[in-house]
């Protein structure tokens, strides 16, 4: 935290907010201690796999009140104990007797246990309690970057000074390894402006430079040497109390922050490295190296183990940064699922806080909705990954003479006998899976791409006695990466491992030669296929990732000790969104230091108005949309001073931490009382996604014309006077009011965007640009300002899903829009009972060993399944409840269907935390198909018996659920639709569909419960 920076406390009674909270200062129309709403419920607990939750009560985290330069004050630590021992009064009121792992008071007010069903549901049903989340397990998701970003421009940021000098970044990750020669003091750095001390928390002590423990026992030949932090790396901490639980330390994992991935110390010195670093790599010199934001402070939080890390661990990580008072936080770390978690709510009061958090979008394409959380949310910059201009390559010879080019860092091999590992029964080179006695001494072995990490398949050709392995791609699409295998080795396309493949077959001695790597350049701004992708399934209206920057084969630390990987290295080139995100977090540390008083969405804003289009699909030759890229390509070229910079945007589309609770609010989300969101309502903060105030627009479902708000600041320093241009995605118009704005110094201007569909293709997502340009007289480069646009028309916009409604009910009515002039039906199907599967022998599953799903698990005895048939269905949905016997088992659900004889296909499949899966197929073809069982954590081994439930609605409007509603559409307008049921249903559970459109035309869909 930078001295004299300005951090604001949260100003209001918000999160989470009730009666009990005390009085503090709110915003105008904010009301402070506003009681809960009547008759509201707490959402059902997700049964945890790991048997540990996060419970978030109703009382507000220190930052509601302190701000953040505050949290380290006598009062407001003696109101933290409180906390904390309000938290252990909730767990005696309940009448449990449960290990607290954690207590969180800082950015999130509320604590995590080790429970059973029955006493998280006591716990969860005590009135101070707001919500439950289960305590999952989360993933971790440069040489030329400075030249690459234009760094150092003439003018640039680093001939300005700007190189993070005073602020500190704080990296939660996997720790960091002390000595690396990226993070030396060398006598220049001045003292750090916080002082990272131990905390002691419920009788825990989190060391402030926590390195040189003895007591957990290592492998031979590891030690993990003392070390005392310095004014570079200003603290370390070691935050994994739920790790330490479960699964527990490894011998090769240190239980300190030292770094045993190499992850860890690979982003912190991506974003904050020293300047002009000798790299080695196997003893070869790869230059010089710095970090993003060189002089900058870095504090590390470690929280990954080898097997990931838990929810309830990183969030006490986000708590104790924000406590510590770092300015910027990276997080190269996220979950599959978009499902809001422990981290998210801790990130939104520490961005209102005033903490720059840049997330990594994930390593989950090219296919589309990719994103996961955090990466989701509106309040954190999310940040996927593209190329810049160098990489590594080497190349290969077949015996033929035919030579291939690849991906490779490694030393090279003689001409040996070359080998295919499908024919040894090891395709994907897993190690531990080669037939006993396998020894490939003097052979260089052909690895397929797929399942386990790249570096691991390396790793299972040298457990044989490799002398060089040839790693190749299973699809075109995917990106060649140059690893730092354990021998040498080089990785090639789909395409060179089928001209290897032909080369195997037509020989009778096949041989190969690995030649060695250079530098070479390449194009830079092409996504990688791995980056995670938009529509985001968290909020459609809410454009993800934000940005892009580099990501692919980049040149930074790591540990000397991996895990995996070969040792006595201390750096690297990989790749990923993680590799990506700590870009952009160094970004942020040159843009704090430049503008202390711009908060993280103004910061974010800057990143996202001065990128720059000229991004590739990963293909190299389609232009990126906003899916991929967002706003586009980060931007810091140039000048500092000039218009268009960063560092000097003209405009920011800003934002508060009641701007983020509306958000919550609008999209139901149930983190905050109905009292907190009535009170944000009716200050005027608007609710609906699509209005969040930032530098994208995004409609998820346009039917006709809908408008949207922005908020711009000047920041200019002088007034603006500006004008909007637009490229009108296909199918829509475009227009906004007004059509010129001025915008005085330090003030900000409204302005309303109306999208109207014109000619659009339904259901598919159309993209556009607003760009808002100065206009002043006389001037020579202008301020400029764009905003990506990305909307999706539908014919009907109408709710997804209704219910559950009681059957003594009878009925119930829902409003729909619409975005076409014409004839208007909405047809009743069903309602149908939700049934047993197979009513006559239930699925049954033991316990996955190795907890992965595999297609030949349908054999084992942690698999069973069954095959139904479609024939002319609207719905068919496939349902696990909770299991009564087995309440803290986790069964997945998988489901494939039949495409050409006895070949299928997965098609969908439900894997949440716990048991309590749902699967539905709309319009399913009329066809066989597969619904699998999976255990994936059956308590005491099992066998255990699976409760499966189908409901097929038919496409046949002869049921029992009868609609009404107008027969004219009007574009724009709105209808009410009124759906009845006979009150006398004999089961319990029905499932029904309304459908919409013109005359014989279903365009949309909205799901009816019934019973439940």
């Not at 002390?178 to 002082?195: C, Q, W």
């Not at 990688?528 to 920057?549: H, M, Q, Y």
């Not at 939700?834 to 030949?856: C, G, H, I, K």
């Amino acid at each position: 935290m930078r001295q004299g920076r300005r951090r604001t406390a949260v100003a209001a009674t918000l999160a989470v907010s009730a009666a009990v909270a005390g009085s503090v200062m709110t915003p105008s129309g904010v009301q402070a201690d506003t009681p809960v709403g009547e008759g509201q419920l707490l959402p059902a607990v997700e049964a945890s796999p790991t048997g540990r939750y996060i419970v978030v009560v109703n009382d507000d985290p220190l930052l509601v009140e302190f701000s953040q330069d505050q949290l380290r004050s006598d009062n407001a630590k003696r109101k933290g104990r409180d906390i904390a021992r309000g938290h252990d009064e909730l767990i005696a009121h309940a009448g449990v007797q449960v290990d607290k792992t954690a207590s969180y008071v800082n950015a999130l007010n509320g604590f995590a246990v080790q429970a059973s069903p029955a006493e998280i549901e006591r716990i969860a049903a005590e009135p101070g309690v707001r919500t439950v989340l289960p305590d999952l397990l989360y993933q971790p998701d440069t040489d030329v970057s400075q030249e690459f970003l234009g760094l150092n421009d003439a003018g640039g940021a680093y001939a300005s000074g700007l190189d993070g000098e005073g602020v500190v970044i704080g990296v939660i990750d996997s720790g960091i390894w002390p000595e690396h020669p990226s993070l030396a003091d060398d006598g220049t750095y001045a003292a750090p402006p916080v002082s990272i001390d131990p905390v002691d928390l419920d009788g825990v002590v989190y060391d402030g430079c926590d390195f040189g423990d003895t007591e957990h026992a290592l492998a031979a030949g590891l030690e993990d040497a003392p070390f005392t932090c310095n004014n570079k790396l200003i603290g370390a901490r070691h935050v994994m109390p739920a790790y330490l639980d479960s699964p527990g330390l490894t011998q090769v994992e240190y239980a300190s922050a030292r770094d045993e991935d190499g992850h860890g110390t690979h982003t912190a010195t991506t974003a904050a490295g020293n300047a002009d670093v000798q790299a080695e790599i196997f003893g070869n010199d790869f230059g010089l190296v710095t970090g993003i934001a060189p002089r900058a402070h870095v504090v590390a939080y470690k929280a990954l183990g080898i097997d990931g890390g838990y929810g309830s661990d990183l969030a006490l990580a986000i708590d104790l940064a924000v406590a510590d008072g770092v300015d910027v936080i990276n997080y190269s770390i996220g979950s599959s699922s978009p499902a809001i978690g422990p981290d998210d709510i801790a990130f939104l009061f520490a961005a209102g806080a005033g903490v720059h958090v840049a997330t990594s979008a994930g390593n989950s394409g090219p296919g589309a909705a990719t994103l996961g959380s955090p990466s989701s949310v509106p309040w954190l910059t999310t940040v996927g990954a593209s190329t810049h201009t160098r990489t590594y390559r080497g190349t290969m010879t077949l015996g033929d003479g035919t030579v291939l080019e690849g991906a490779s860092i490694t030393e090279s091999t003689d001409m040996v006998p070359l080998v295919d590992a499908v024919d040894l029964g090891n395709e994907l080179c897993l190690p531990g899976a080669w037939a006993a006695g396998t020894d490939l001494t003097g052979q260089i072995v052909l690895c397929r791409r797929g399942q386990n990490a790249r570096v691991e398949k390396s790793l299972a050709a040298a457990q044989v006695n490799a002398a060089g392995m040839i790693l190749y791609n299973a699809s075109p699409t995917e990106t060649l990466t140059a690893d730092p295998h354990y021998l040498a080795a080089i990785h090639i396309t789909a395409d060179d491992g089928a001209v290897v493949k032909n080369y195997l077959a037509a020989t009778e001695a096949p041989v190969a030669q690995i030649n060695g790597w250079e530098q070479v350049e390449r194009p830079g701004s092409v996504m990688a296929d791995f980056s995670s992708r938009g529509e985001n399934l968290l909020s459609a209206d809410i454009l993800k990732p934000d940005v892009t920057a580099p990501g692919v084969d980049i040149l930074a630390g790591n540990t000397p000790t991996p895990t995996l990987g070969r040792p006595g290295q201390y750096f690297q080139a990989i790749s990923g969104t993680s590799m990506s995100s700590p870009h952009v977090a160094g970004l942020m540390a040159l843009i704090d230091q430049a503008h202390p008083d711009w908060s993280p969405a103004a910061v974010k804003s800057a990143l996202m108005t001065t990128a720059r289009q000229d991004v590739l699909k990963e293909d190299g030759s389609t232009p990126a949309d906003p899916f991929d890229m967002g706003a586009g390509h980060v931007d810091p070229a140039g000048p500092v001073a000039a218009e268009g910079s960063i560092f000097n945007p003209g405009i920011v589309f800003d934002n508060d931490i009641y701007g983020a609770v509306a958000y919550t609010c609008g999209e139901g989300f149930e983190l905050f009382t109905r009292a907190t969101c009535d009170s944000i309502v009716g200050a005027g903060y608007p609710t609906d996604a699509s209005d969040y105030n930032q530098a994208s627009i995004a409609i998820g479902e346009l039917a006709g014309t809908q408008t949207v708000t922005r908020t711009m600041t000047n920041v200019a320093g002088r007034a603006l006077n500006l004008t909007a241009s637009f490229e009108a995605p296909d199918g829509f118009e475009v227009s906004i009011s007004p059509s010129k704005v001025t915008v005085p110094v330090g003030r900000t201007a409204t302005f309303e965007i109306t999208v109207t569909a014109v000619d659009p293709q339904p259901k598919q997502w159309a993209f556009g640009s607003m760009t808002l340009t100065e206009t002043s007289k006389g001037k020579g480069k202008q301020h400029s300002a764009r905003v990506p646009i990305a909307v999706r028309a539908v014919a009907v916009a109408a709710p997804l899903e209704i219910g559950p409604v009681p059957i003594a009910d009878g009925g119930v009515s829902f409003d729909v829009q619409f975005g076409y002039n014409g004839a208007y039906q909405a047809l009743g199907h069903g309602l149908s009972e939700a049934l047993p599967l197979d009513p006559d022998t239930p699925l049954s599953v033991a316990q996955d060993p190795d907890q992965t799903w595999e297609f030949n698990d349908l054999f084992a005895p942690w698999g069973d399944y069954r095959i139904i048939e479609t024939d002319g269905s609207a719905l068919v949905r496939i349902t696990v409840p909770p299991i009564e016997a087995s309440p803290d088992a986790d069964i997945d659900v998988f489901v494939y269907e039949f495409v050409g004889g006895n070949t299928i296909a997965e098609i969908a499949s439900s894997t949440n935390g716990g048991t309590d899966e749902l699967v539905d197929l709309l319009l399913p073809a009329d066809n066989a198909y597969l619904i699998a069982v999976h255990g994936w954590l059956v308590p005491g081994g099992g066998p255990i018996d699976v409760p499966v439930y189908v409901a097929d609605v038919p496409l046949a409007t002869d049921g029992n659920l009868e609609v009404s509603s107008t027969d004219t559409a009007v574009l724009g307008g709105t209808a009410t639709v009124d759906a009845s049921w006979p009150t006398d249903l004999a089961g319990d559970d029905y499932l029904g569909v309304v459908s919409h459109g013109p005359v014989d035309e279903r365009t949309d869909f909205t799901i009816v419960e019934v019973g439940g």
